[in-house]
T-cell receptor, first 114, second 114 residues
Framework: GENVEQHPSTLSVQEGDSAVIKCTYS??????FPWYKQELGKRPQLIID?????GEKKDQRIAVTLNKTAKHFSLHITETQPEDSAVYFC?????????????FGDGTTLTVKP | DTAVSQTPKYLVTQMGNDKSIKCEQN?????MYWYKQDSKKFLKIMFS???????INETVPNRFSPKSPDKAHLNLHINSLELGDSAVYFC?????????????FGSGTRLTVV
């Protein structure tokens, strides 16, 4: 089955700095890579995703890059703000027909210091 | 309107009891999931249903039994609760048949077994 490794497990940055979280996956057939943000005591929420036919995707201050050859993908947050503080999860999934599931990384706790 | 709702939000019960958690989504999604989030925040898939059909059944003790009466509802029944079952259980849904693979999570049910 799919195995997803996520690094670092904790990340502390100063407000305004950039943050990068990296994930690697094992199943070369995986074709969908979402990122979720989970604030303390809340549900995970999808913030950005990328499919295997795309190398990069950007949405305002967040971007995701995918390297299929190396089987890794990364989340980039620029101009970090205190409200970006949360646990971030990457996931990888192989979707064909309806039988897909997301395998999650272990999470990165991001702290943005004002 | 809540997109994915779970009840109850909190559940405290004694070892050996049987309990159920209910989930409903009003998004018209065709696929629903149960994930378990343990004390270290790791998210692990338990079950997935597509249009009421069980399609994913991970290695979960058979004390856990999911049921999907229709594609908008997915319930989880747990028999003979054990201390190790204490966790937050998240229901999620996606629109797999339309290629929308990202999850919408419910608010979670925090189960504490004493």
């Amino acid at each position: 089955g799919e195995n997803v490794e996520q690094h670092p497990s904790t990340l502390s940055v100063q407000e305004g700095d950039s943050a990068v979280i990296k994930c690697t996956y094992s199943d070369s057939a995986s074709n969908y890579f979402p990122w979720y943000k989970q604030e303390l005591g809340k549900r995970p929420q999808l913030i950005i995703d990328i499919r295997s036919n795309v190398g990069e995707k950007k949405d305002q201050r967040i971007a995701v890059t995918l390297n299929k050859t190396a089987k890794h993908f990364s989340l980039h947050i620029t101009e970090t703000q205190p409200e970006d503080s949360a646990v971030y999860f990457c996931a990888a999934s192989r979707w064909d027909t309806n039988a897909g599931k997301s395998t999650f990384g272990d999470g990165t706790t991001l702290t943005v210091k004002p | 309107d809540t997109a994915v709702s779970q009840t109850p939000k909190y559940l405290v019960t004694q070892m050996g009891n049987d309990k159920s958690i209910k989930c409903e989504q009003n998004l018209g999604h065709d696929t629903m999931y149960w994930y378990k989030q343990d004390s270290k925040k790791f998210l692990k898939i338990m079950f997935s249903y597509n249009n009421k059909e069980l399609i994913i059944n991970e290695t979960v003790p058979n004390r856990f039994s999911p049921k999907s009466p229709d594609k908008a509802h997915l319930n989880l029944h747990i028999n003979s609760l054990e201390l190790g079952d204490s966790a937050v259980y998240f229901c999620a849904s996606s629109n797999a048949d339309r290629g929308r693979w990202g999850y919408t999570f419910g608010s979670g049910t925090r189960l504490t077994v004493v």
